[in-house]
């Protein structure tokens, strides 16, 4: 991986993690991870073997007991998680987590407004928004409230909403975990092609061998460490 | 601004999330009506004070400038007792205004002063200082206070008589039986200022009663004599009267009005009761409309009088001619429509023989010509405004005169008490004081009449207060002792924005200073008024205490929506956490709850303020309301006035406002605090 020309977006160094639940229980104990622009890395597993933990950390969500975690060339502190996250990463979850009060495109528009940046109707954003919904086929569902959609049409929404900002990384926690094939294979496209056409990291925890082949790199997590495969 | 449109959306309502809308809808409700409450209550209370202290000192001032002991003890003010060019007497404000002269002693007509002789107050050229002037050139030099005036005051006592005749008989129209009653009151007579522009909210209309009152004194002589006056005289003040009044309306006696016999149109049938004695008619009375059946006494049969035929058919179909010699009675009370034949005055040789020219229906009958005022009265009359009248109290614009007559006095304007005392405006009598003589102490006396009532608001001396012209309070005053003088003479500096009132007072303070006048003057704002400090300070403590419940109801209601927004953000921790995922800080998480808190909070305030301001316009209506459903009046007018006020307070409006937004601020701020502690990778991991 050192050899390659791209350049790298994420880097994970000896990254750590127990809970004390009360007993402390390691879940990763050292994980290095590098992961350049372009790259689409599939993260395999046991259940409980600490797949999301290690998404969540690498997504800024979770806190690391011990290591180091370069986003964009920046050091992940407290202080500037949420900008790193607004700016450099998106994701896309199992059970899609889109805000119910809003409609489709309001969600899809709602890290554009987190940005401070315009979402009334003609802006750069909206027009932006109005594109990542025809990219994902849902053009007529804009003013749909997110309850009236399906689940894969939710979880199209929610690659939407990840695309907003346009992030350099998308972690994704089983995308399609709660999709038919059908709907399972339409996602696993749509992120898959939408990373490499726009040179995006795309980081994927799946117990999906299928959607694991897809990505150019696979690792599974054991012993709270990750060994290519 | 993405916190706040977050917020909105959590804020309406949604069948999903039943508990919080309920509660929500609840919280604002809660807030609502507290701040319904708290307007109301603050513009009803703000009001009455304002509407108080204008009453307060509607016959003072909002400055007052009093001379202080070093006046009474300076050359300036004792001068004038020694020297001729004074009369060897000491001057009033007023006098010493008018004075041209500031030192009237001459060394060589004037006797030596005393040994013990003050020291006089000279200025840089070695001239007197003329403090009174000085003092009106710094009243005329004040700035930034609109329709500033000046204007001195006295105040002295004396014993007010008024002989209050009635006249008894109202049956007979020919001869005048009077009730007579002395209404006696030691009162404290104040100088009457024309300027005073209370005086256009303190007087009191002249009502019919007094005009009666009026016209019936006008056929009296000026003594107590009760005699009739002579025509001529009589006929020069009846002029007097009909030129000021417009009579439109007149009332028969109570005990009924006899027709007179040529005012009978040619035809139509009325409902008469006939009264007889033995078998003899003795009168006929007709009611003004038909009487029901239940209201027509038992022992007094019902008849039909044909005025065509003269006749009167009664119950039991028996007809009788109509006798020219049984007087057709009008029933008491029963209006009149007149207008006055002005020629009828120069005829009349009594106020009763004032002709009218009738027009009115009795049951549907029209009667029409010429009446004598007789013992009619007046229920509805126009008193002309702005005319000049020696009957009363008068004005022109914003400028009021007390009237005075040759023959009975000066015209005096009374406390509202003594109306309430049974006087009316004409009653006449007397001022009296006493002066000492040679001797003894004599009494002396002023005639005065009634001009006019006024309110003189809650001061405690108000239902003694009278005012009367500059020239008699200045001649009691004279006759009285010098050491009360002190209280009793002062200027009067008006304007009408009370808020002013401090800053009129230092600008004189600094100015006297600067003029070195300043140890003979004490200058005092409304608020430090012996008679209002109490009452003034008492309702300041009220409004604090009032402020501070009314600061405790609104935190009760804010906490309200602490609950609500614990629960909302229960609910909506997901949220947070995608939220939180997108890169939403936990600032923007702590303001959209805070958000949620402060619009919750804004809506209860404008929903509240709107019904309060709509219930403010309809006040009257619900109290009136209120008093029926009671039994007895919610407010006592005695206190409260004839109405309360109703303008929304702007003060109470930004105390609720402010409180309101920035408690349920706060009430946001726990809730807040929580929501924006939760950890996304907790709250997302569990879902």
Known sequence: ?229 | MFELSVALKYLLPRWRQLSVSIISLISVLVIALVVWLIIVFFSVTHGLERVWTQKLIALTAPVRITPTEAYYNSYYYLVDGISANSDYTLKTLHEKFESPQTDPYDIYVDEEPPLEWPEADRDGNGELKDIVKKTYEAINQIQGVPGLTAHDFEMTMGNLKLHLVREANLDNELIHTYDQQMLSQGAYLGSFDSENPSLAQATLPISEEDLNNVLAMSQLTADESLKPVETERLRDRLHKFFNSVTINQLKTPSKGWVLPRRLLPKKGKLQVLTVWEGKQLNRVVIPGAPLPKSEIPSDVPVAQLNIATNTLTMGDGATHKLPKSVPLIVQGNWTLPVKLMTNSIDQAQDANQVRFNATFNLQRVSFEGEIPLGKLQIVQAKVAKNTKSSLWLTHEGTTYSLPTDPELGDGILLPKSFRDSGALVGDRGYVSYYTPTASSVQEQRIPVYVAGFYDPGIIPIGGKFVLANQEMTSLIRASHNQEDTQLSNGINVRFTDLSKAESVKEQLEKAFLADGIDQYWKVETYREYDFTKDLLQQLSSERNLWSLIAAVIIIVACSNIISMLIILVNDKRVEIGILRSMGATSRSIATIFGFCGMVMGLMGSVIGTLVAVVTLRNLKGLIDFISRVQGYEVFNPVFYGNTLPNEVSFEALAFVMAATVLTSLLAGIVPATKASMMRPSTILRSE
């Open chain 1, 1 to 229: 991986m050192q050899d390659d020309p791209k350049p790298v977006i994420l880097k994970a160094t000896n990254i750590k993690k127990s809970f004390h639940i009360p007993l402390e229980v390691k879940i990763l104990d050292g994980v290095d991870l590098a992961v350049c622009r372009g790259d689409t890395v599939a993260i395999m597993g046991r259940s409980g073997e600490g797949k999301s933990t290690l998404l969540q950390i690498l997504g800024t969500l979770e806190k690391a007991c011990n290591g180091k975690l370069e986003i964009a060339n920046q050091e992940v502190r407290s202080f500037n998680k949420p900008k790193i996250r607004n700016k450099h990463l998106a994701f896309v979850f199992q059970s899609f987590h889109l805000l119910e009060d809003f409609t489709t495109l309001e969600n899809i528009l709602m890290p554009a407004r987190i940005a401070r940046k315009s979402t009334s109707k003609g802006s750069a954003a909206y027009n932006h928004g109005l594109e990542l919904l025809d990219l994902v086929g849902l053009s007529d569902r804009a003013h749909f409230r997110t309850k009236q959609l399906s689940g894969g049409e939710k979880q199209r929404v929610a690659i939407a909403r990840a695309l907003c900002n346009d992030p350099d990384i998308i972690l994704a926690d089983e995308p399609s975990g709660n999709l038919d094939k059908k709907n399972a294979d339409t996602i696993h496209t749509l992120l898959l092609d939408f990373a490499r056409k726009n040179n995006k990291a795309l980081i994927v925890v799946t117990h999906d061998p299928s959607l694991a082949d897809l990505c150019d790199q696979q690792y599974r997590l054991e012993d709270g460490k990750l060994v290519a495969l």
